[in-house]
């Protein structure tokens, strides 16, 4: 099984800021089968990027996903206020896995 | 337009059965692959179990066993039936459909365990 380890537990920013998540998987994650999904308390997760770099639709440009083999980061340039969640990033390779989460949390 | 109804949570006993349901409508159902994901409460999202459109399955190391998931193209429905549940399974139960990432999620159901 791929474990994902995403790093920092915590973001602490501003409306405005940019983010940067990592999420490092134990394994190559092949064919670059990684998604990030937003997720707020009392509402079922959003998906944001799939295939790692590809947007889901109705997500902002200010989103944008990268990375391959073991490093994939997600990137939100200018914060907006409903930006402000946990993110979760997630393989589909053989048996699908999650990372622990990154919140992204108002300074 | 797409919608996913979770149904079937509650409250049973350790060892005790559960079969949880997720109503699909809005798209052409067998198309798709379908699957489960929880979370447990102040933890974080955890996969479960996908199928196919053909009913080829595949579960997490901790549902293997114990958790099937199946699916009525018919009926435009996703099911998990859940047996010898432990009380570390109690979480919310989303069903989602898969397009190269879960695009869509029911709202989920929650299923607790507890004597």
């Known amino acids: 099984e791929i474990v994902l380890t995403q790093s920092p537990g915590t973001l602490s920013l501003s409306p405005g800021e940019r983010a940067t998540l990592s999420c490092r998987a134990s394994?190559?994650?092949?064919?670059?089968?990684l998604a990030w999904y937003q997720k707020k308390p009392g509402q079922a997760p959003r998906l944001v990027i799939f295939?790692?770099?590809s947007r889901a639709t109705g997500i902002p440009d200010r989103f944008s996903g990268g990375g391959s083999g073991t490093d994939f980061t997600l990137t939100i340039n200018r914060l907006e206020p409903e930006d402000f969640a946990v993110y979760y990033c997630?393989?589909?390779?053989?048996?699908?896995?999650f990372g622990q989460g990154t919140e992204v949390e108002i300074k | 337009q797409v919608q996913l109804v979770d149904s079937g949570g509650g409250l049973v006993k350790p060892g005790g059965s559960l079969r949880l349901s997720c109503a699909a409508s809005?798209?052409?159902?067998?198309?798709?692959?379908m699957g489960w994901v929880r979370q447990a409460p102040g933890k974080g999202l955890e996969w479960v179990s996908y199928?196919?459109?053909?009913?080829?399955?595949i579960y997490s190391a901790d549902s293997e066993g114990r958790f099937t998931i199946s699916r009525d193209n018919a009926e435009n429905s996703l099911y998990l039936q859940m047996n010898s549940l432990r009380p570390e399974d109690t979480a919310v139960y989303y069903c989602?459909?898969?397009?190269?990432?879960?695009?869509?999620w029911g709202q989920g159901t929650l299923v607790t365990v507890s004597s």
């Open positions: 989602g459909r898969w397009n190269g990432g879960y695009d869509y």
């Open positions: 809005g798209f052409s159902f067998s198309d798709y692959y």
């Open positions: 199928i196919g459109q053909s009913g080829n399955a």
């Open positions: 394994q190559t994650v092949n064919n670059n089968y």
């Open positions: 295939g790692a770099s």
């Open positions: 997630q393989q589909y390779g053989p048996r699908w896995t």
